[in-house]
């Protein structure tokens, strides 16, 4: 198989996004702004392995830009941003400006009743656990940090997404998603090239029977290829049934439920298992609550190939003040795959204070359980198959973001 070009997409995207504004449109605002993050870390257990622990103090930062694009018609983003880490024993894990990490967005209003969206994630050679970990953010782990967190530290991925949506009335609406993410390690591996892909497009009809329920029934299908030798290609599919609800003001809880039916190619093999996704979010007076979790087939760890994935995960937001911020998360995530299993449970607990509109300063305590299993006795992580591990951090840090630049027209 052919190695694939990971740039591609965001350039792409970024093309789509800044070269073609859109245009007949008033009260256009481009803006800029540089930002900077610098945080200390203590823990006992800085590559979070299971044997040959090493507690160690390191110094982190991150440096790059946000600049965003708004219009009638489109809100457009981008955020790019460069780490590198010190550490005072452990030199070996010393690492400036090797890892890059890019977001875009773009939202397109193509009509009254059609909308676009595109999305666009980029980690290269992301120093997956330092970079979460010393996020001025609660350690609400979503999938692509999983499946870093669960591979080597030197493991890469590419995450693009689109959605239109379109209302044929006041009661019916649609939505057709494509999803590609591409998983492969930079590192020296012993299996030699390992690069995993995933991807899937999903279609979905909704009949609105109030302003606040909605009911209706869609497909996905997944397809999942490796260039691992004797790693075969896999799919899915996926019939389910969406509903929406707003029970009371600042409620809102949605959920998607079918059968999985996967088949692993060159083979008979075929499984059958339950798929769900649900969302809840809570706005209160001061506080913001946002659950998520559920089963579906996913990418593993870049290592293990395909499977079945069961996450949980959650972030509670309280504002103390207009200026101080608390934030306690939690995650879960189990990959379930016919060659491997992994693990990942994180907490997390954080003060951020807001001194202007430029500056902030936080600090926070994170704690990871890392357990993975496989064929082989030691993972590509450095993690000893069938055995947890686990690692305590506490950080401190400031970040800063200005508006550099601001340029508005008709």
Do not use: C
Not at 42 to 67: C, I, K, Q, W
Not at 183 to 208: K, L, R
Not at 330 to 350: K, M, P, R
């Amino acid at each position: 198989m052919k190695t694939k070009n990971y740039l591609g997409a965001p350039i792409l995207v970024a093309v789509i996004i800044f070269a073609f504004p859109a245009a007949g449109h008033t009260d256009n605002l481009f803006r800029l702004y540089p930002e900077f993050e610098a945080s200390a870390l203590v823990s006992d257990n800085v590559p979070l392995r299971t044997t040959h622990e090493e507690g160690d103090f390191a110094g982190t930062m991150a440096a790059g830009f946000y600049l965003d694009y708004t219009s009638a018609a489109r809100y457009a983003s981008l955020h790019w941003d460069t780490f590198a880490q010190f550490f005072a024993r452990q030199s070996q894990y010393d690492r400036a400006g090797e890892a890059q990490f890019v977001h875009l967005t773009d939202d397109e209003n193509l009509s009254s009743t059609t909308k676009l969206r595109l999305n666009e994630l980029f980690f290269r050679d992301s120093p997956a656990g330092m970079a979460v970990i010393t996020s001025d953010q609660a350690p609400q782990f979503n999938t692509v940090a999983a499946e870093l967190l669960l591979a080597n530290d030197q493991a890469s991925v590419n995450s693009f997404g689109a959605e239109l949506s379109h209302y044929w009335g006041r009661n019916w609406s649609s939505e057709l998603s494509v999803h590609q993410t591409t998983f492969w390690n930079n590192g020296d591996n012993s299996s030699g090239n390992n690069t995993s892909y995933d991807q899937n497009i999903t279609t979905v009809t909704e009949y609105h029977f109030t302003d606040n329920f909605a009911l209706g029934g869609g497909y996905r299908f997944y397809d999942f290829m490796f260039s691992r030798p004797g790693l075969p290609d896999e799919q899915a599919q996926w019939p389910f049934v969406r509903a929406s609800w707003e029970p009371v003001k600042n409620l809102y809880l949605e959920g998607m439920v079918g059968v999985v039916i996967s088949h692993t190619q060159g083979t008979n093999e075929q499984a059958v298992n339950p798929g769900g996704l649900g969302l809840l979010e809570y706005n209160f007076e001061r506080a913001r609550l946002k659950i998520y979790g559920g089963q579906e087939p996913e990418l593993t760890s870049g290592f293990g190939g395909a499977g079945n994935i069961q996450e949980v995960r959650g972030a509670l937001l309280y504002d103390f003040t207009r200026r101080l911020t608390g934030s306690v998360g939690a995650g879960f995530y189990e990959a379930h795959a016919s060659n491997y299993d992994g693990q990942l449970i994180s907490w997390g607990v954080g003060l951020t204070d807001r001194v202007n509109n430029w500056i902030s300063v936080y600090t926070r305590f994170v704690q990871l359980r890392r357990n993975e299993t496989a064929s082989n006795q030691f993972l590509t992580s450095g993690t000893q198959s069938g055995r947890e591990a686990v690692g305590d951090y506490f950080v401190v840090g400031f970040n800063v973001s200005v508006e550099a630049f601001r340029w508005s027209w008709q």
